[in-house]
């Protein structure tokens, strides 16, 4: 997902191992994630997406970066129910949560696993069954 305030710009969902970058968009005061290759297209994240930072993350804070002091993160939304409110979230291992809009610009991630998508249908496989013995 891309948070409420990126509507207003061209997104596309994340790919698995992709690297992405926390970036702003021109037209918004949003911060939110980006591909290297393409600054101006969000990069939208579904709840469950794991990613992690080249180094420690960090988050803007009023006078300074504060270090997270975590690599490895879970997309969330959070507060759902303000709907003029940031929601996408990063939870970190150490239980850190960090709205995506706080994030530090300029920093890399790698995209390890996108969650289970419940419309997809599981891949079933058959085996064939062994030919019945023939009686002479």
Do not use: W
Not at 43 to 50: A, I, K, M
Not at 103 to 113: D, E, K, N, P, S
Not at 120 to 136: D, F, Q
């Amino acid at each position: 997902m891309c948070d409420y305030s990126l509507h207003v710009v061209s997104s596309r969902p994340a790919e698995s191992a992709e690297t992405i970058v926390t970036s702003e968009f021109v037209g918004t005061k949003t911060r939110g994630f980006a591909s290297p290759a393409d600054p101006t297209t969000a990069v939208c994240l579904r709840p469950g997406t794991e990613v992690v930072f080249e180094t420690n993350a960090y988050s803007e804070g009023l006078l300074f970066r504060r270090s997270i002091g975590q690599r490895l993160a879970r997309f969330r939304q959070i507060d759902l129910d303000k709907p003029a409110q940031h929601h996408d979230a990063l939870e970190f291992a150490n239980g850190t949560i960090v709205l995506v809009t706080d994030l530090a610009i300029g920093q890399r991630a790698t995209v390890l696993q996108l969650p289970v998508d419940p419309a997809e249908k599981p891949v079933t496989t058959t085996t064939a069954s062994a030919p019945e013995s023939v009686l002479a």
